[in-house]
């Protein structure tokens, strides 16, 4: 009897995008990758800062769908935690998606994401994870959908990742249950001026269409130098930037033009409490290359 074993490869995700909280998200050419052998023992081998036991959020995913006990999971990749990257979204993604390839569930995509929302509270980052290119959400529970838009020729992306962490939890006590109509109002247009330009590759509508009025200067006190970047990244010869998820990562949209412009000048400000790094945006989803 052979032993079952897979590969997966997961992408990163920024979500939020601007305007769309918890509706819209992209995903990132940085990676999850995460591989599964039967050995007849349980272990998970990680280098990374995270559990090395059952409550790993990638066998807690995997063991949602099959019982883990006889395998050893190795969790790598290249998401930096806690900087608003999707990673745990990666990670449930990840186990969901080698549960369902070792054992042959045959659970369709729209099933997985379902699965994937409740885990993670959100659907964004994990629409992205699995479907790849932007994604916009609606719905919730069995009437969830994701519609997904190929990312436009010529956009590319600038990643500002901050050396700190911030917490998911106290970005998200930053954001009051109501908000003011005028606030609701103006991300409503950005969104949609965000989607259009990027169905249409207008780069003068996702200019338009990155405005956010909800989250992101409620949560300015988290990662202010975060912020400053946001606001000057037009000035720098950007489309524009957003925070990416819950922060500090900022998401500086640019053209292929002048990306290598706008990288060198993020790189000579950020110097000492930023890493900043060239990003495309993936159109593969979750994907199992190796059986």
């Given at each position: ?11 990163a ?8 909280y918890?509706v819209m998200?992209v995903a990132?050419?940085?990676h999850l990758?995460l ?12 280098d990374?800062?995270?559990s090395?036991g059952r409550d790993?959020?990638?066998?807690r995913a995997?063991?949602t769908l099959?019982p ?9 990749g290249?998401?930096p935690?806690a900087?608003?990257?999707g990673?745990s979204?990666?990670a449930i993604v990840?186990?969901l998606?080698?549960?369902d390839?070792?054992y ?6 729209d ?6 929302a409740?885990?993670?509270g959100?659907?964004?980052?994990v629409a992205?994870?699995i479907?790849?290119g932007f994604v916009v959400c609606s ?10 838009i190929d990312s ?5 992306g600038v990643l500002v990742i ?12 930053a954001i009051p249950a109501e908000?003011?109509?005028a606030?609701?109002?103006?991300n409503a247009?950005?969104?949609?001026h965000?989607a ?6 207008d780069?003068?509508l996702?200019?338009?269409?990155v405005?956010?009025?909800i ?7 988290l990662?202010?130098r975060?912020?400053?970047i946001v606001?000057?990244?037009a ?11 819950a922060?500090p990562t900022?998401?500086?949209w640019?053209?292929?033009?002048e990306t290598?412009?706008?990288f060198?000048?993020?790189r000579e400000?950020?110097?000492?409490w930023?890493?900043?790094r060239?990003v495309?945006?993936s159109?593969l989803?979750a994907d199992v290359?190796?059986?």
């Amino acid at each position: 009897m052979t032993d079952r074993h897979r590969l997966v490869r997961v992408p990163a995700s920024s979500a939020n995008l601007g305007p769309g909280y918890d509706v819209m998200a992209v995903a990132l050419d940085v990676h999850l990758e995460l591989e599964v052998t039967e050995t007849g023992r349980f272990a998970v081998d990680c280098d990374l800062d995270v559990s090395t036991g059952r409550d790993n959020l990638v066998v807690r995913a995997f063991e949602t769908l099959h019982p883990a006990d006889d395998l050893v999971f190795r969790i790598g990749g290249d998401i930096p935690l806690a900087r608003g990257m999707g990673s745990s979204a990666a990670a449930i993604v990840a186990g969901l998606a080698a549960a369902d390839h070792m054992y042959e569930l045959g659970i369709e995509r729209d099933e997985l994401l379902r699965r994937a929302a409740k885990l993670e509270g959100h659907p964004d980052n994990v629409a992205a994870a699995i479907y790849g290119g932007f994604v916009v959400c609606s719905g919730s529970g069995d009437d969830l959908v994701a519609t997904r838009i190929d990312s436009p020729e010529g956009l590319e992306g600038v990643l500002v990742i901050p050396h700190e962490e911030v917490s998911t939890e106290l970005a998200r006590e930053a954001i009051p249950a109501e908000v003011p109509l005028a606030e609701a109002v103006c991300n409503a247009a950005s969104a949609a001026h965000l989607a259009l330009g990027l169905s249409r590759g207008d780069f003068d509508l996702i200019s338009l269409g990155v405005t956010d009025r909800i989250h992101q200067d409620r949560r300015r006190h988290l990662f202010p130098r975060s912020m400053e970047i946001v606001e000057s990244a037009a000035s720098l010869g950007a489309i524009g930037a957003t925070i990416s998820g819950a922060g500090p990562t900022v998401l500086v949209w640019t053209g292929w033009q002048e990306t290598g412009m706008v990288f060198s000048a993020l790189r000579e400000r950020c110097e000492g409490w930023a890493e900043v790094r060239r990003v495309g945006f993936s159109p593969l989803g979750a994907d199992v290359p190796e059986l």
